[in-house]
């Protein structure tokens, strides 16, 4: 039988009970009912996480995708075998797609060690799908390939290109300030999403999108290729044949997602103003690897990383402009004399490769060259202070530079729904100098870490035409979303962090300049409030919950689960 010191493909991992041939013959029969030709089941495996849902309206394209990979693992002479994993469709996940973005990272690296495969694809898409993937392939080790689905087409409505969900919140504002009526809103809500695939603009997906082709794990120029465009299937073809190099080379997903390749994508990341999310995504895909994402390094980095790319929320245009003005490998060109070129990618050949190989045709309108960016600095920054010792994030870029340098008085909410109820009251004691505060939306509160930051404007003052004022959380935002917003301020309210301690009137300053963001109340009164006012993390008795509330780490920890974490000694 076959040779037990390199077992391969179907033969990889069998159970031993004292005859393994036993149970590679139980195997093979069990798979030769599923049609196949003895001879194929002799080739290298190829397993294909597929993540289709219906709970998952941006993931309706990956049958297609399955179909187009698997023709290019069989073209190139391996067997491709597709299983299902757990699919997380944003808007539809109760707390948020976050909280269980790491029980998907789990179950796909559970599945794509326990089942027998020589090499993976993934297929991800939505917000943290893309980043569970790599988290959980670079745990299980194999070589590996991520296929997006790809963002959305826009649509034409009214005389107006409208693409979500950037659009979706310009509505929204519109709807709350009475300048739309409700058919209207309803009419609106049809026109958005009308094709398959991720958010049309630079939020979280089309950001994750953007970093895994930065870090080399999509093939070279397909992150931003349109869902339903021809060239997306051809993707996952020419994925599906890129992989068994990949094998016989025997090139794992850790040659290529390294401590240089991160630090490429967080460039990539500040030169597209991705979304703030994928900070914490990316601190979470380098702590599989036993890299840390240093906030102060962020800030280094945003200093002299110029911001190239003019996509919604902050700029003009949508992902699929980005695809025809020449996708993330023209962003890279301009940013070449910044980056770590020796990178591997999973087209197998290193990034200076890549770079000097492919077409180099570019659209500037989208994409700027590093002499005349859109801004001389990153769209992201990590602030630092006595309000949050360990870091929050701004997205400057997506922020009102008046508000940089400012010092305001704190209005307080202490939840989720303590927001609900009293943002909109015509009594709220607030005016547009004030800076809006919500506490007990971190990683450790019952809420999950929602994205929740965007605290909505106070209906008294939206309706006199304000657009932006501070607004400080330990909460995320969406990628999608835009405004002075201070977010995963760490450590988090309900794991005793001073935002737990903020009372409506204390003073905050923030500025931007220095990195700074403090809360003027002295030691000895902070020191009493520690005493007296209860701090309570949320409770979970059973179940993933509960594993959740024993292992979750702060967010500049990237939210991972702690025992998930590579540390010497652990496989
Ligand atoms: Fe899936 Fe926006 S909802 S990418
Ligand atoms: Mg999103």
Redesign the pocket.
Known sequence: MADDQAPVGLSRGLTNYGDRDFARYLRLANARSMGFGSGLLKKPVIGIASTYSEFNNCHRGVPDLVDAVKRGVLASGGLPLEFPTISLG?PYLNPTALFFRNLMSMDTEEMIRGQPMDGVVLIGGC?KTVPAQLMGALSAGLPTIQVVTGPQSTNQYRGERLGA?TDCRRYWAKYRAGEIDDARIEDVEGNLVVTAGT?AVM???STMASLSEALGMLLPGTAAIPAVHADRLRAAEASGAAILDLVKAGITVSDIITEESIENALRVLLAISG?T?AIIHLTAIAGRAGIKVDLNRLNELSDTTPVLVDLKPTGAFYMEDLHAAGGIGAVMRELKPLLHLDCMTSSGQTLRERLETQDDFVDRKVVRSFDEPLQPQGGLVALFGSLAPRGAILKRAAADPTLFEKEGRAVVFSSLEDLADRVDDPDLDVTEDDFMVLQNAGPLSPSGMP?AGYLPIPKKLAAKGLKDMVRISDARM???AYGTIVLHVSPDAASGGPLAFVKNGDRIRISVKERRIELLVDEAEMAERRKTMPVTPFEAKRGYARLYRNEVLLADEGCDFDSLRAEPGRT
């Open positions: 944003e917000d969900c958010c939020g979280t997906a979304s999310n994205e969406s990628g999608t």
